[in-house]
T-cell receptor
Framework: NAGVTQTPKFQVLKTGQSMTLQCAQD?????MSWYRQDPGMGLRLIHY???????DQGEVPNGYNVSRSTTEDFPLRLLSAAPSQTSVYFC????????????FGQGTRLTVV | ELKVEQNPLFLSMQEGKNYTIYCNYS?????LYWYRQDPGKSLESLFV?????AVKQEGRLMASLDTKARLSTLHITAAVHDLSATYFC???????????FGAGTRLTVKP
């Protein structure tokens, strides 16, 4: 059972570079989301999607873009990486947005130098 | 602005003891989630609490929700080493898809 798959697991970027973090789920979940986790803090919601073609901003969306062209995939794009974006990124999915538990990917540890 | 506060942030327990982790939140919500995270790992869902007075139990963990007090508790009974992890509560922002997490409680259970 694959569940939620994130790639890559680790990434080092130089300031100003762009990249895409990949997230795919095979559970036919409608709801997908991206979080970042910083030391001593809980997870903060970056962007989320309630279905293919629909995305919205979360708590900390600046510097990130998302798209949802299929139910399975929800990539996160860093447009111009900054050291403040050094973090661990988690993708999550759930069957519906309400009343259901979220399943998380294994995380991507991103360092921007 | 929704705030989710957990306490304590760090908890060191002896095996066999009981303790409670508290999660307070600052806005109306009747949906609260508890997750567990092991070091360097992803998050695992523990409980989904969907109404005032909801209580759920799994093994040595029991979670409850009081929406009037805006408080959820995670009670640990007779702790064992395997429960060592970081525990997060998360609150749904009034059903608008915006989940807010507490800072987490790092639990260490010592022999």
């Amino acid at each position: 059972n694959a569940g939620v798959t994130q790639t890559p697991k680790f990434q080092v970027l130089k300031t100003g570079q762009s990249m895409t973090l990949q997230c795919a789920q095979d559970m036919n979940h409608e709801y997908m989301s991206w979080y970042r986790q910083d030391p001593g803090m809980g997870l903060r919601l970056i962007h989320y999607s309630v279905g293919a073609g629909i995305t919205d901003q979360g708590e900390v969306p600046n510097g990130y873009n998302v798209s949802r062209s299929t139910t399975e995939d929800f990539p996160l794009r860093l447009l111009s990486a900054a050291p403040s974006q050094t973090s661990v990124y988690f993708c999550a999915s759930s069957f519906g947005v309400l009343n259901t538990e979220a399943f998380f990917g294994q995380g991507t540890r991103l360092t921007v130098v | 602005e929704l705030k989710v506060e957990q306490n304590p942030l760090f908890l060191s327990m002896q095996e066999g003891k009981n303790y409670t982790i508290y999660c307070n939140y600052s806005t109306t919500s009747d949906r609260l989630y508890w997750y567990r995270q092991d070091p360097g790992k992803s998050l695992e869902s523990l409980f989904v609490l969907l109404s005032n007075g909801a209580v759920k139990q799994e093994g040595r963990l029991m979670a409850s929700l009081d929406t009037k007090a805006r408080l959820s508790t995670l009670h640990i009974t007779a702790a064992v080493h395997d429960l060592s992890a970081t525990y997060f509560c998360a609150v749904d922002m009034e059903g608008n898809n915006d989940m807010r997490f507490g800072a987490g409680t790092r639990l260490t259970v010592k022999p």
